[in-house]
Structures are given as structure tokens and as C-alpha cells.
């Protein structure tokens, strides 16, 4: 009798095996995950920024490049999405496991605004292999995401010795989990403040809103010191609050910064 049990035994064992290694390796049986893509901007000191958005592919592990189709393909001016403003690119489904990488697939219609005058705006591959920059997010079956693609406009444009302007990105990328925020008000407007969040790792910039509302987004969390500096010709004090804490999930509110004459501030 224990003769006669070996060979059913075996065989289900190895079913076993043979059906778990092909449930291992097959991508799909790990389930997919939602993504919400949205972009915002760190500003800089132009008037416009326009990118022609065509395309967004996302990388995975699992399945290697997906395309995925925008809700509203076309330009966008990059400068309308800042102090905590974004706009949602796409809403892509992909397989559960590790995305590494997005790739941002352009047109031809890229162009900067400076002092009033438009100038076409050169991104080297951008029509080809597109704007690729890495991620590191696990995503999980049945799991929901938001992803922000912040791009620095500042440090992304660079202007030639002939006039003309190319598209360097630096671009951040953070979730709703590593998302530390800190936001205040500045006066007066008049002085045209830039604010800037430092911490001893990076610096992030701000231009305030008409009212002079600011934020910043996706700062990893720390202390940081904010600095308000208004135009040279203001004749007004660059303010600094150093110890401002980044939490992850929590908005770090300042309140009020009311820059001061140079004299007071001696």
C-alpha cells in the first residue's frame, strides 16, 4: 500500500511546484495597481514655460514600457502649477511590482516666455526617446497612487551663449507618502520676494502668488530654514525662520512674513 502512494504523492507535489513557478513568473498574476500622474512646478523667473505633452510611458519591472494616452494631450504652461497647484496628466494601470521609470514623450511646440518675447525652446531627444527620469515605487495589487512630477523650471532651463534657451529637466518625483509641505504668506508683493525652504541637503524655491500665498511640495522631511528675499531695489531686509520641521502628512504653516526696511532689520 505505501508503495502504490508514492507515485500520487510525488505527482501532486510537483504539480504543486510546476504550477507555483508558473504563477511566480507570470506578471499578470500578480494583479495590477492605479496611478494617478500629476504635475506641478518649482518656478523660475520667466513669464510662460510651455511643454508639448504628447505621451507618458511608464516602465515596470514586470512588463517593461507601457504607453499610456493623456487625459488632455497637448501644451502646458508649467508656471500655472505651482504653490500647490497641479493638474492630473493621466490615470495608467500597471502590474503590481516595481515601476522604475517614466518617460514623457513630446511635440514640437516647446517654447519659453522671457521679459514678454517667446523663444522656441530646444529639448534634445525630447520627440525621440522623450524625457525619461527614475523612479522607486513598489506598487501593490489592487493598490491606488498618486505620483507628482515636479519640475524645477529654475534649474531646468539653461540659456545659451547665442541667445537661446534648452530644456535641462530636473524633475522630482514624490506620493502622497513622502509629500512634506510647508506653506505662509509673504508682504509685501511689491518687493517681489522669492522664497526659498534650505535644509542642508537641497534648496527649493518659491514664487508667491499675487496675494503672496506660497507652498512647497514633495519636500523630504528635516528642518529647514525660509529665507524671503525681495528685489534689491525694495530697499527691504531678506528674512530668514530657521527650525521649520517637515512631517510627512502634515503642512507646515508659518504664517505671515512681513519683510522690513534694511534699517529696522539692524
Known sequence: MKKRLVLPLLAWVCALVFFGACSKGDPQSAGTAKLDLRLTDAPGA????????????????????TTVDLLVPGVYDLLEYRNGVDTLLCTAELPAGRLSQVRFILGENNSIVVDGMEHPLDVPSGQQSGLKFNIHQELMPNGAYTM?????AARSIVETGNGSYKLKPVIRVFTELTDGRIRGMVEPMEANPIVYAINEADTASAIPNADGFFMFSGLPEGTYTVVAEP???????VYEKPGVPVTFGIVSDIGTITLVPSSEEE
Open 231 to 237: 528685489d534689491e531695489a525694495s530697499g527691504l531686509a
Open 46 to 65: 520667466f513669464d510662460a514655460l510651455y511643454l508639448d505633452v504628447q505621451q507618458v510611458e511608464f516602465h515596470t519591472d514586470e512588463a517593461g514600457w
Open 148 to 152: 507628482w512630477t515636479d519640475f524645477d
